[in-house]
C-alpha cells in the first residue's frame, strides 16, 4: 500500500467558529421535521465545513450527485441548531449506512479524524472547534486526536471503535510475546514511544504496523521509512502501545544489558564513581556487585527490590573489587578471606555526602561487593508512621503512655523498625522523663535525650554499658536490640525495677517475638509481668501516585482471602501501570504496615501457661482486638495504598484475614 499526500488543502485549524443567534427548539431526527423547519434567514455554511470534507468523497464515489449535496447542505442552512451534513444525507435516504461506510474505508487515509468525528455524531461541533483553538494555542505542535483524549471530548475506547468500525483498521492489543523482534530492533524504543506506533510482524510481504492513530500521516510516514510503504495500519490504543514498549524496554535492560567495554583501570574508577552516583540517585539501598560465571552482574536494591543496572565484562571483576576495597579501606592484597569496609563518598556536583558500609565476599566466582547505602535515619512523627486511628490510640495509651514495662518492635532486618523506635523515643520526648539509649550505632541525634553508641573498640559493649545506664536514673531506656539472652535479661531487670523499656527484636511477627524470648528459656511469668505490647511491621511499596489506575482483584487473589466479590464494597484496589518518575516499577516509596499486641489478662495468662504459638495468637485475635499484619496491609491496598501482589508477597499468611468491613471497625475507620 501506498501512502497518498494528504489530499485536502485547506487545514483544519481554518474553520471559522460559527454561533448560533436564534434560540430555537432542538429539531428531532425525523424528515417531516426537518422539511417543516425549513424558514429563512439561511444560515451560511462555513468555510472547511466538516461535512463538505465527507461529502466531497461520496460525490467522488457516485453515491450522491452535487445537487442532492446542495439539497442537503441548504436543508442544514435552515436548522436551527447544528446537525452533521452526513447524518442529514442520512436521513434524507441519499446515503445508507452501508455506503457511508464503504466511500469511508476507500477514503480512509485522506479523512481527518475531527471531520470523521463530527459526522459520525460522536463530537460536538463546538467541541471540535475548542479542540482546534486549543492546537492553534499549542502552535499546532499538538495533535488533534490527543486534544480530544486529553480533554475528554471523546475517550479512547470510542475512538477506536468509530476507526475500527467505519475506517476499517483491524484492532490489536500488542503483546510482546507476538512481536517480531527484528521489526522492533530496527529503531529504538523511545522512537516508537514518541510516534505512538509499533510494528507487529510480517505479513506476505506487507508488514503489520499498530497505530495508535492510523490517520496520522506524520506517524505513517515514518513507519512507511522505516518498514517500506507496504504496511498494513491496525489500530491500538495508545496506552497499550506504550506498555508493550516499556515492557520490551525493562526486558532489553535486565536482560540484553549493553556490557560495557571497559579494560583499563582508570575507567573502572569512573565505573565505580559513576556506579555509587547512579545508586544515590536512585535511592537505591544496596549495590550488589556480584562475579558470574561469565560475566559481572551489578544489581540496586530500591524499596526492597533488586534488580539489575548494568552487566559488565567478566575480566572487569578483580579490577571493580580492587577499587572497591581501596575506597572501603580494605586490604586490597587479601583474595582469600571476607572483609569490611567504610566509604564516605561525596557527589562533587552537589557537595551530597553518603556513609557506605562495604562487605567483601569470597565466592567461587570471585568477590562479591555489597555496599549498603547508610542513609540518616528519618524522624518521622508518632502519628505519620502509617499506623491506623485505633491501633495508633491503642499503642499510645496501652503501650507508649505507661510507666513501665517493654515494649518490643520487631520485624526482619529493612523493615522500619529504627525510625519506627525514633518516632517513640520522639513521642515520649518531654521535660518531665529521662531517657537514655544504648545504640549500636546511633543512627539520629534527638535533642534533649541522652544517646550513647556501642564502640567495641575501646569497650564500649553492651555489657559494660548497661550498669551504667541504671545509675543514669532513666525513666525510660532504649535498647537498640535485644540480640541474645544477656540483652534480654537485660530488658527485664530494667522493666522490673520499673522502668519503661523500648526495644527491636528481629522476628517474623509479634508472636513470634513473644515466642523467642520463651525460647530463650527465660520464665515465663517474668516474660508477662513485663512484656507490655509488641509490635510487629513490615514496609510494603507504595503504587506510584503518577500512574496509579484502579482495579478489581482478580477471582484467583480472592480465593487466596477466602473473600466473595461482594466483600470488596467500597474499597479502591489500585496498581500502578508504570511511568518515568516511578522508574517502570509502579511503586514509588514505601508504606509501614502494623500488627499490634497489646498483651491483656488472657495473653498473659497463656503464656504463663506456655500455650502453643497457635493458641496464643488464637486467643490475641479474640481478645485483644488485635489486627495481622495480612489484614493490615489487605486494609491498606483496598485503600489503594499498596497492591495485593505487594501484601501477598511479604506479609505472613497464617490465618485467612477476617472480613474487611469488620477490620475497618478494628482499627477505626469507614
Ligand atoms: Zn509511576
Redesign the pocket.
Known amino acids: 500500500m501506498s501512502l497518498p499526500p494528504s489530499p485536502t488543502q485547506h487545514p483544519e485549524t481554518t474553520i471559522e467558529v460559527l454561533r448560533t443567534t436564534t434560540a430555537q427548539t432542538v429539531v428531532t431526527a425525523t424528515l417531516p421535521t426537518i422539511r417543516m423547519a425549513l424558514s429563512p434567514p439561511a444560515r451560511p455554511v462555513p468555510a472547511g465545513d466538516t461535512g463538505l470534507e465527507i461529502a466531497k468523497f461520496l460525490i467522488e464515489d457516485g453515491v450522491i450527485t452535487d445537487e442532492q449535496l446542495a439539497y442537503a447542505t441548504r436543508v442544514r442552512t435552515k436548522l436551527s441548531s447544528e446537525r452533521p451534513l452526513l447524518s442529514i444525507l442520512n436521513e434524507i435516504g441519499y446515503v445508507s449506512l452501508d455506503q457511508q461506510r464503504t466511500v469511508l474505508r476507500n477514503h480512509r487515509v485522506s479523512v481527518r479524524i475531527g471531520a470523521l468525528l463530527v459526522e459520525l455524531g460522536h463530537l460536538r461541533g463546538q467541541d471540535l472547534r475548542a479542540a482546534l483553538a486549543l492546537q492553534r494555542e499549542s502552535g499546532s505542535s499538538k495533535k488533534l486526536g490527543d486534544i480530544l483524549l486529553e480533554n475528554h471530548f471523546i475517550e479512547e475506547n470510542k475512538l477506536i471503535e468509530v476507526l475500527a468500525d467505519q475506517l476499517g483498521f483491524p484492532q490489536i492489543v500488542p503483546d510482546l510475546g507476538d512481536i517480531d523482534r527484528k521489526l522492533l530492533d530496527r529503531a529504538n524504543p523511545n522512537w516508537y514511544l514518541q510516534r505512538h506506533f509499533v510494528p507487529i510482524r510480517p505479513e506476505g510481504d506487507k508488514i503489520l504496523v499498530a497505530f495508535a492513530d492510523p490517520l496520522d500521516q506524520r506517524a505513517r510516514q515514518d513507519a512507511a521509512r522505516l518498514f517500506g510503504p507496504d504496511l498494513v495500519p491496525l489500530i491500538a490504543s495508545k496506552r497499550n502501545i506504550r506498555e508493550v514498549l516499556e515492557t520490551y524496554k525493562r526486558h532489553s535492560q535486565n536482560l540484553v544489558t549493553p556490557v560495557v567495554q571497559v579494560d583499563e583501570t582508570s575507567h573502572v574508577v569512573e565505573l565505580v564513581h559513576n556506579l555509587l552516583l547512579d545508586a544515590m540517585n536512585a535511592r537505591a539501598s544496596d549495590i550488589h556487585v556480584e562475579p558470574m560465571k561469565n560475566d559481572v552482574r551489578i544489581r540496586f536494591r530500591c524499596d526492597g527490590v533488586l534488580s539489575v543496572y548494568k552487566t559488565v565484562e567478566k575480566k572487569l571483576g578483580p579490577a571493580l573489587s580492587n577499587r572497591i576495597k581501596i575506597l572501603a579501606k580494605a586490604d586490597i592484597a587479601e583474595r582469600r578471606r571476607h572483609q569490611d569496609g567504610h566509604i564516605s563518598f561525596e557527589d562533587p556536583k552537589t557537595g551530597r555526602q553518603i556513609d557506605i558500609r562495604a562487605s567483601i565476599y569470597i565466592t567461587v566466582y570471585g568477590e562479591k561487593a555489597v555496599l549498603r547505602l547508610l542513609r540518616k535515619a528519618q524522624l518521622v512523627p508518632m502519628d505519620q508512621i502509617g499506623m491506623f486511628p485505633r491501633t495508633l490510640s491503642r499503642f499510645c495509651d496501652d503501650a507508649l503512655d505507661l510507666p513501665s514495662g517493654i515494649t518490643l518492635i520487631t520485624g526482619p532486618t529493612g523493615t522500619g523498625k529504627t525510625t519506627t523506635l525514633y518516632s517513640c523515643v520522639n513521642y515520649l520526648n518531654s521535660i518531665d522523663r529521662c531517657i537514655t539509649t544504648v545504640e549500636d550505632p546511633v543512627e539520629y541525634i534527638i535533642e534533649g535525650i541522652a544517646q550513647c553508641s556501642l564502640n567495641p573498640k575501646i569497650d564500649i559493649t553492651f555489657e559494660t554499658t548497661l550498669p551504667h545506664i541504671l545509675r543514669q536514673d532513666p525513666d525510660v531506656i532504649v535498647l537498640g536490640e535485644i540480640r541474645d539472652r544477656f540483652s534480654a535479661d537485660a530488658a527485664i531487670q530494667a522493666a522490673l525495677t520499673g522502668h519503661k523499656v523500648l526495644t527491636t527484636f528481629h522476628t517474623e511477627d509479634t508472636i513470634g517475638g513473644l515466642l523467642r524470648l520463651m525460647n530463650m528459656n527465660i520464665e515465663t511469668f517474668l516474660i508477662s509481668s513485663t512484656v507490655v505490647s509488641v509490635l510487629a511491621q513490615r514496609l510494603l511499596r507504595r503504587v506510584?501516585p503518577?500512574?496509579a489506575e484502579s482495579y478489581q482483584p482478580n477471582s484467583t487473589e480472592l480465593q487466596r482471602l477466602g473473600y466473595r466479590r461482594q466483600d470488596l464494597e467500597n474499597t479502591t484496589f489500585r496498581q500502578?501501570r508504570?511511568?518515568s518518575?516511578?522508574r517502570h516499577t509502579?511503586y514509588?516509596g514505601r508504606v509501614g504496615v502494623f500488627e499490634l499486641l497489646v498483651l491483656n489478662v488472657m495473653v498473659k495468662d497463656a503464656i504463663i501457661q506456655k500455650c502453643t504459638s497457635h493458641e496464643i495468637r488464637r486467643i490475641s485475635l479474640e481478645t485483644s482486638s488485635m489486627v495481622t499484619l495480612l489484614e493490615d496491609g489487605l486494609l491498606k491496598a483496598s485503600r489503594g495504598e499498596t497492591t495485593l501482589t505487594e501484601v501477598f508477597r511479604y506479609l505472613p499468611r497464617l490465618d485467612k484475614p477476617r472480613p474487611l468491613l469488620d477490620l475497618k471497625r478494628l482499627v477505626g475507620i469507614s
Request: with cysteine.
Open positions: 506510584c503518577h500512574c500502578g508504570g511511568c518518575v516511578c509502579g514509588q
